[in-house]
């Protein structure tokens, strides 16, 4: 029997940590893992959040369909969050396609066998499934189902794993991990968890926190933040929009002077702090007064990094139906207003960097004397990089201090020290 087997991970990190563990299954069940060109099973996790996920996910069945046609593969597997979405449609539109799978139960009292898909330096560790919340926009409670928290002695084995197996940097994920611990133990648990993932890594240097919900961050979360010197100073935290309406319409739970009195005090409790954020643009009945109230808001909070999404219309959520569904052009056009500010923005907050010293993470060499790496305010994948030049040779995975002598939009040029 044929026992190859290889996968492709589409969408979030969040999939990245269910490739991880398919991988480990299949392992378990004496598979080798290997490379797409060697592979005689190929698994497609995929993505069906938003339109252009569905799009990539679809795309990437037919790629993988085609090979299978050729003779090259065998046996194909689709799972994740489109084919949990969408089973029977996928069904008679790919007979090609031997199983479908939907989304991985958390397993809230285990540690999952896992192979990793990420460099030797860094992991990802995913502490919740789906979201607390039920936004007007979004369909992942639909499919995910309801939130459910890992057990914080399967958190602990699972950190103090990858501590000794060399991880530098421990991002922790989930779709809202501000909500951790609130089916569990009835109230939010991330600053216990925190302090306690503080007391017991070792070689971790790095603990970053992802995806943080606006209406649950916490007082203590944040002094947390504050005096633990190994968690990132680097809070993402989407906050979708600001008007007062729109934020209503879109039952984010916080109002536009309680989204402002939130940046105030997450930059007054830790003043170090670098803010990344998410707008959506032409949700159903956003006026042209909406979406100027954003573009000013985001020119006076001058956040250091903003992703911008085009509103998708998903099947199954409220705003689906709402009326005052907008053209895709006016919400492309809105989008690329916001971006070019924020360019401006992101701009001058790099030059701002030129003549400091900074601690790098060396990910890549570029060529003789030059790397790549990242700062602990940026996230991997979706930040900025920064530049190292260095006379000496640099390892992968390994911490330098680097002096900024220029910038870009969203990358920084440096010297080691």
């Known amino acids: 029997m044929d026992r190859k087997i290889s996968i492709i991970s589409l969408g979030c990190v969040r999939n990245t940590v269910d490739s991880q563990a398919l991988l480990g299954e299949a392992k378990g069940k004496g598979f080798d893992v290997v490379g797409l060109d060697q592979a005689d099973t190929v698994i497609i996790n995929t993505c069906g959040f938003i339109e252009e996920a569905k799009k990539e996910s679809i795309e990437t069945i037919l790629d993988v369909v085609a090979l299978k046609a050729q003779g090259k593969i065998k046996r194909i597997i689709v799972a994740g969050c489109l084919s949990e979405r969408y089973a029977q449609e996928l069904k008679k539109e790919f007979p090609e396609v031997d199983e479908f799978r939907g989304v991985r139960q958390l397993l809230k009292d285990k540690v999952q066998k896992q192979v990793r898909l990420t460099p030797e330096h860094l992991a990802y560790l995913k502490i919740c499934e789906s979201c607390f919340n039920h936004c007007a926009f979004c369909v992942i409670p639909k499919i995910k189902g ?5 057990e914080m002695t399967s958190i602990l084995k699972e950190a103090e794993q990858l501590d000794r197996q060399g991880v530098k940097e421990l991002n922790i994920v989930g779709q ?3 909500a951790y611990g609130m089916d569990l133990y009835r109230k939010a648990k991330l600053a216990d968890l925190v302090r306690e993932l503080c007391t017991r890594l070792k070689g971790v240097h790095w603990i970053r926190l992802l995806y943080m919900y606006p209406a649950h961050m916490t007082d203590e979360l944040l002094h947390v933040m504050a005096e633990e010197e190994r ?3 680097y809070v993402d935290i989407p906050l979708q929009h600001i008007s007062n309406r729109i934020l209503r319409s879109m039952k984010r739970n916080i109002t536009t002077a309680g989204t402002r009195a939130l940046i105030i005090k997450i930059r007054k409790i830790v003043p170090e702090v670098r803010i990344r954020t998410a707008f959506i643009t032409g949700l159903p009945g956003e006026t042209e007064a909406e979406f100027k109230e954003l573009c000013d808001f ?3 909070m001058r956040f250091d990094k903003v992703g911008v999404f085009e ?3 998903e099947e199954g959520t409220p705003a689906f139906d709402m009326p005052g569904q907008i053209p ?8 690329n207003v916001l971006m070019k500010i924020q360019q401006k923005v992101s701009s001058e907050l790099q030059k701002e960097w030129i003549g400091r ?3 790098v993470l060396i990910e890549t060499c570029q060529e003789k004397g030059l790397y790549a790496g990242r700062t602990q305010y940026d996230a991997p994948d979706v930040d900025g990089v920064v530049y190292v030049r260095s006379a000496r040779q ?3 995975g390994e911490f330098v201090q680097a002096k900024v002598i220029d910038s870009y939009e969203y990358d920084l040029v440096s010297e080691v020290v």
């Open 146 to 150: 309801r939130f459910s928290s890992r």
């Open 176 to 178: 809202d991990i501000t």
């Open 231 to 233: 968690i990132c100073k």
């Open 298 to 300: 985001v020119k006076e």
């Open 311 to 313: 509103y998708s219309a």
């Open 328 to 335: 895709h052009k006016v919400k492309k056009a809105r989008r």
């Open 357 to 359: 010293t900074c601690e």
């Open 394 to 396: 640099l390892q992968i």
